[in-house]
């Protein structure tokens, strides 16, 4: 059975510091947060309530002059603290001008309207997916002309595997794995290359951006020992408005695996490996209010929905996972209560074909209760 993830926080760190001597540097900056949760599964055949310590994340940020970096190191609890331990940031800064940025190393990758495409903490299915909140390692470019943004990337190679009890999954970013069993794919990623551009402005009450991006990339498959390839491509548009916001992409993925008997590849994260759909069209919507403060210690009240599907070809049955949820913060306790449902997702009741050729008709229902507390 898969293994469930909780899906980030998402400022960076390095656990091998002590606060006390970053202290004494002013140019670094340490942090952290703690996570736990309540989840009640109703599609669970045992265990369907369950409360746990979920993970510890740190983070080093680091600034000097035109000079940044960040380093984060995530570590998590399935059976024991610990089991599951990722690093999913790792680079550094140069800032040319106000308006010229050169980022290297492992970082997230120039792809959609932001890293998140959405408010929720379990996060779209996108994530799951490898598109959104996806740190790979390579070289990033932005820069901005007056309302215009433009951002290119190389990356040669994904995020790569750590430590955890699979062959190839054990990654924070969803990734192209080589798979274990002989109905899977054996895939590499590497020499990505992207391009994003946006456009901001503001008219009246309404702060909007919009604008698209693509990427493209070599899949080397271990299996056939050919070349593949795979295309993605994405509108996004987020808007402000008074105390509503929302944020909506639309895209399309095509994958040629190089492996003609198979309408599908194998991709592997938080310790679990899956099938994905080659072709298919993709969406997320993100909806949300701000609620303004009227207690005393509680505050940043936001409830919000988030839509997203994967919309396959090939006669396959499509995915869908959706979240209402509301946000609020006690001092340094973020809570979000989520109550998710969601149809032929792999990490919502699912099995490894979930998002491929599923042969499962029903919906699934979680209730996920997280508590984060920042230090």
Known sequence: MLKKYAALTSLPIFYLYSPLALAEEANFQFSGVVNSNYQYKEYAATEKSKA???DLTLYLNYQKDQWSGAVT???YQFDELCDFTVLSDAY?????????LLTVGLQPIPFGADTYWDSSYYESMMYTLGMQDTHNLGFRYD???QQHDFSIGYFPSDGGNYIGTSPDSSRYSANFVK???LDTTRIKEQHMLFGKYSYQHKYADLDYKVGSSLWYSQLDNHNTHKIGS???ANVFAKTTKNRLDSTLTFGYQQIDNAQDDLNYSTFGSFDSEYNLANNAYYYVADLGYRIPDQF???TGFRPYLVLSGLMKKDNLPNSYRN???LAFDYKQLRVNAEYVWAKNDAFIGGDMNAFADSKDTDWKQLFYLNFAFNF
């Open 179 to 181: 798979g274990s069993s």
């Open 230 to 232: 795979r295309l993605n």
């Open 73 to 75: 190191a995530r570590c």
């Open 52 to 54: 746990k310590f979920n």
């Open 143 to 145: 820069h901005q002309i």
């Open 323 to 325: 979240i209402a949820g």
């Open 92 to 100: 550094f800064s140069y800032q040319f001008d106000p308006s010229k």
């Open 296 to 298: 005393q210690t509680l």
